[in-house]
Nanobody
């Protein structure tokens, strides 16, 4: 129903900023809960930030104060602005979308809540 394509990843130095984009096609993202997740080598995929259609927003502790999610419904795109990047932020970053509704925003942090995923974009932060 909805296709997601991430872009904007790359190699940066610690302390730099980077903005990831996730452009949707097929459906309007205004109707979807959206999330950014990441997966580092040898680790499980973890939540970075999620945003409901409410919009409620949840940031993981590791990125609070450094990362910001935003949407441009006119462009059908969701962004992840990342600042003060650290080597531990190195991972493949994925955006995801869901039509499910949960009364508790924490439920949106679960991978199983999402039915559509992008292919991922690599972010590498050197020290």
């Amino acid at each position: 129903q909805v296709q997601l394509v991430e872009s904007g990843g790359g190699l940066v130095q610690a302390g730099d900023s980077l903005r990831l984009s996730c452009t949707a096609s097929g459906r309007e993202i205004r109707n979807y809960g959206l999330g950014w997740f990441r997966q580092a080598p040898g680790k499980e995929r973890e939540v970075v930030v999620v945003q409901t259609t409410g919009p409620g927003t949840y940031y993981s502790d590791s990125v609070t104060g450094r990362f910001t999610i935003s949407r441009d419904n006119a462009k059908n795109t969701v962004y992840l602005q990342m600042s003060s990047l650290k080597p531990e932020d190195t991972a493949v970053y994925y955006c995801a979308a869901t039509l499910k509704y949960y009364s508790d925003i924490f439920d949106y942090t679960q991978i199983g809540a999402y039915g559509w995923w992008g292919q991922g974009t690599q972010v590498t932060v050197s020290s």
